[in-house]
């Protein structure tokens, strides 16, 4: 599979695409710079080079052409402001969504966050950054050509994941390790089955491949 990931310099995303090169998929990972093109290509991934922030639906469904997956992992990260939660946490997720769908990409995954809801109030930063992803997500279950799964991860960190999660549609808050999220997702791009579905993931007691199988299933 060719799997195109939004916001490929990032945490999560640098660890998806080793994982994905290691299964034998083809990673490409869209880098805001030049100068991080060499990171992406020792794990095995191909650099792109487009910033969602200034690109035109158009610019980012050619660099979509011929994927058979798409993963939105970008963020504008802690300590960016409220400007930055709506062009990448939002707009970029829905151009992102936009160009899936004219390049002809039905799978679709995107990394939301535990709490995200539109209708989320308040001024601050983190009711802001809730509010968008939550705005986000809901253009991306409103796109009937897309096959999206959306993923809400607890409280991430950077401890060494274990491969134990609990993946539901409603798990209650927790932490998880970005190695663990990475693993997930990738797992989610295989399993077409789990289209449709909301998740929310935390560390837990389950096997990644079995949890992944396991909402699949229902």
């Not at 994982?19 to 990171?39: C, N, V, W, Y």
């Not at 990260?77 to 930055?84: A, F, I, K, L, Y």
């Not at 253009?139 to 274990?162: E, F």
């Amino acid at each position: 599979m060719r799997i195109v990931i939004a916001g490929g310099h990032g945490q999560i995303a640098l660890r998806l695409e080793r994982l994905l090169a290691a299964r034998g998929h083809e990673a490409a990972g869209l880098i805001r710079t030049p100068e991080q093109a060499d990171e992406l290509r020792q794990l095995g991934a191909e650099p792109v080079v487009l910033d969602l922030e200034s690109a035109s639906v158009e610019e980012v469904a050619e660099r979509l052409q011929g994927a058979d997956a798409a993963v939105f992992a970008a963020g504008a990260g802690p300590g960016s402001t409220v400007e930055r939660k709506e062009t990448v946490d939002k707009a970029a997720a829905v151009l992102f969504a936009d160009a899936a769908v004219r390049a002809g990409v039905r799978r679709f995954v995107i990394v939301s966050s535990m709490g995200a809801d539109a209708a989320h109030r308040g001024d601050e930063v983190f009711d802001v950054y809730l509010r968008v992803k939550g705005e986000a997500d809901a253009h991306v279950r409103g796109l009937d050509a897309l096959d999206w799964t959306i993923l809400r991860p607890g409280q991430l960190t950077n401890d060494a994941g274990t491969g134990l999660i609990r993946l539901e549609a409603h798990t209650g808050r927790g932490p998880v390790p970005r190695d663990d999220v990475a693993a997930v997702l990738a797992e989610l791009v295989e399993t077409p089955a789990t289209a449709g579905l909301t998740l929310e993931l935390i560390s837990g007691s389950v096997p990644v491949s079995v949890a992944v199988k396991s909402v699949a299933g229902n």
